[in-house]
């Protein structure tokens, strides 16, 4: 499927060929151009399928809170264990992010305005991330309520089971809805994409809802020459400002854990275990749904970039199945303290990091050699 864009007609078979493959080719190439005009069929199933995405992350969202936070919830909860409880603890940040990322573009697409194209395939993309993240986390609850035999211990666990499948049904119904994206319009490509990011959407965004008159477009005015300088700052380093937010996330769990009287100990290992999986998520989906545009100050090549975020990503991996990868420390589940658990992300976070740097360094040896 996909959105039909007004172009030019040709006059004999052979130029409607042509330009069939030069259609192609523009909505591939030059989608800072393209709109989805006003009227056209595709915009309203389209655009119920991203709300009916966003309505569900929300109540995914919700649920998995009220469930993790009600302590006579989380003890009945069949996933309220590791590695399951990794799965939901994850997600909430996860899932929310994206929804107030795709939120903001949505309140951008007005029905009697044209639509950036671009527009609508960052918002496809936000909604494919909130999906999958929704499935990975539905499975691991699935998978726990297996692994417990449906031998579920109180009517409130079973309770818990029927709000776990009314999650998936909507999950299942809004990818259904979804499926009318425009996957031939570079929706799984960067290429074309215009330069703009949500930093431009957001600022669009207060500027539409605030310069209405004098007092807000003076409003206006003055937030713009606050956030277009940092902006601006934020474009030059976004790596940087990833680990920035990385680092608050971390200081964040960090403090929920210390107002709950955790030792130390914990304390820095919920901070670094937070810090490391909202770094990796950050990284690895901020291009996908064009958080940032990078400027040219900020292409140059970082060295171990890669090795880093590795073992960033890894730190939530080895913390969820840490009852499988005890023996590396010598130690197990019955008999394993705090201490053998920060020598188990140790390790795990130093070979995942000489893993990856290492096979970064061969492909671009290898690479070099190609280029002599």
Known sequence: MCMRLVMPRRHSSEEATIHRHEASKFMISNLADAYVPVGNSERRPLGRGVR??????????????????????????????????AFFSLAIFFVAAVTVISAVRLALCRTSEPLPLARVIYLVRGCRVALVTMFATLAAGWTSVAAAGFALRSSTARYLVVGLAVETALAVLSALALRRAPSRLAINSGQGLPP??????????????????GLGAMLASRITRVTDPLATLIRRHPFTTAST?????????????ALEGDPPILLLL????????????????????????????????????????????????????????????????????????????AVVALASFSAVSLAEWLISVQRDKWRR
């Open 196 to 213: 703009s990011d949500w930093l431009d959407d957001l600022g669009d965004l207060a500027t539409r809802y605030l310069a209405h008159d």
């Open 270 to 345: 919920l901070g670094a275990i937070g810090m490391g999986a909202m770094l990796a998520f950050l990284v690895t989906i901020g291009s996908y749904l064009g958080l940032v545009r990078a400027s040219t100050q900020s292409r140059s090549r970082r060295p171990f970039v890669y090795g880093l975020l590795a073992a960033a990503g890894s730190l939530p991996i080895a913390v969820a199945f840490r009852d499988y990868l005890w023996w590396i420390v010598g130690s197990n589940a019955a008999d394993a303290r705090l201490e053998a658990l920060a020598e188990l992300l």
């Open 52 to 85: 009916l995405t966003l309505l569900t992350a929300i109540l995914f969202v919700g649920y998995t809170v009220v469930v993790k936070d009600i302590k006579t919830l989380s003890t009945v909860a069949p996933w309220g264990e590791d590695p399951y409880d």
């Open 245 to 257: 937010l990385a680092l608050g996330f971390g200081a964040f769990i960090a403090l929920g854990a």
